[in-house]
């Protein structure tokens, strides 16, 4: 009687115990920690017009990469295909932050649901006809707190979307149509 009270005492701690961490482990909305780990890649693809693309990389270290052109050097830093036309149309700015900022970022994106469950998402399925209102789709890929978000899909969830674009426009402040032509960034 002794060893079966024992063994149902002991299996009690042991499930309540895995039902704690198990808790602590699926959180969508944490606490960001400054960590050189952190990162965040989040990138635009405009489906009109030149077919301009957008990629913002951000690091836990404070260090911001802002890459814009038609050429797919953009969005693939190994594109091997030099032949293309647009090959040599690419632009990158580099800036540093404070830790301070970069976690104020990364905190900003967590908030909105950067790390939801995929099903809770609406992801779009297939990729849309372009809209009048929507000419660009915006991806993203992250690892905060070494919890680590991603999908071949664009962001269909309009918080989330709108805070991505929020923080491409901290960095990249397009130029209008006629001074486009000048390759200084």
Same mark, same amino acid.
């Given at each position: 009687?002794?060893?079966?009270?024992?063994?149902?005492?002991?299996?009690?701690?042991?499930?309540?115990?895995?039902?704690?961490?198990?808790?602590?482990?699926?959180?969508?909305?944490?606490?960001?920690?400054?960590?050189?780990?952190?990162?965040?890649?989040?990138?635009?693809?405009?489906?009109?017009?030149?077919?301009?693309?957008?990629?913002?990389?951000?690091?836990?270290?404070?260090?911001?990469?802002?890459?814009?052109?038609?050429?797919?050097? &953009?969005?693939? #830093?190994?594109?091997? =295909? +030099? $032949?293309?036309?647009?090959?040599? @149309?690419?632009?990158? !700015?580099?800036?540093? %932050?404070?830790?301070?900022?970069?976690?104020?970022?990364?905190?900003?994106?967590?908030?909105?649901?950067?790390?939801?469950?995929?099903?809770?998402?609406?992801?779009?399925?297939?990729?849309?006809?372009?809209?009048?209102?929507?000419?660009?789709? &915006?991806?993203? #890929?992250?690892?905060? =707190? +070494? $919890?680590?978000?991603?999908?071949? @899909?664009?962001?269909? !969830?309009?918080?989330? %979307?709108?805070?991505?674009?929020?923080?491409?426009?901290?960095?990249?402040?397009?130029?209008?149509?006629?001074?486009?032509?000048?390759?200084?960034?």
């Amino acid at each position: 009687m002794r060893n079966l009270l024992f063994t149902l005492l002991a299996c009690f701690i042991v499930v309540l115990t895995g039902c704690i961490w198990h808790s602590g482990v699926n959180e969508t909305h944490f606490q960001v920690e400054s960590s050189g780990l952190n990162w965040v890649d989040i990138r635009q693809y405009e489906t009109t017009g030149m077919k301009r693309r957008i990629r913002l990389r951000i690091d836990g270290n404070g260090m911001v990469s802002l890459r814009e052109g038609t050429s797919a050097l &953009v969005s693939n #830093s190994f594109a091997a =295909n +030099n $032949k293309q036309e647009n090959w040599e @149309d690419i632009r990158e !700015k580099r800036v540093t %932050l404070s830790e301070a900022d970069t976690k104020l970022i990364f905190q900003s994106l967590v908030d909105t649901g950067l790390f939801e469950r995929y099903e809770e998402i609406p992801f779009v399925d297939e990729k849309p006809a372009p809209s009048t209102n929507d000419t660009s789709f &915006v991806y993203v #890929s992250a690892n905060i =707190n +070494n $919890k680590t978000v991603g999908s071949a @899909d664009p962001i269909g !969830k309009p918080e989330l %979307l709108e805070q991505l674009k929020i923080v491409i426009l901290t960095f990249y402040q397009p130029k209008p149509m006629r001074q486009q032509r000048d390759p200084s960034f």
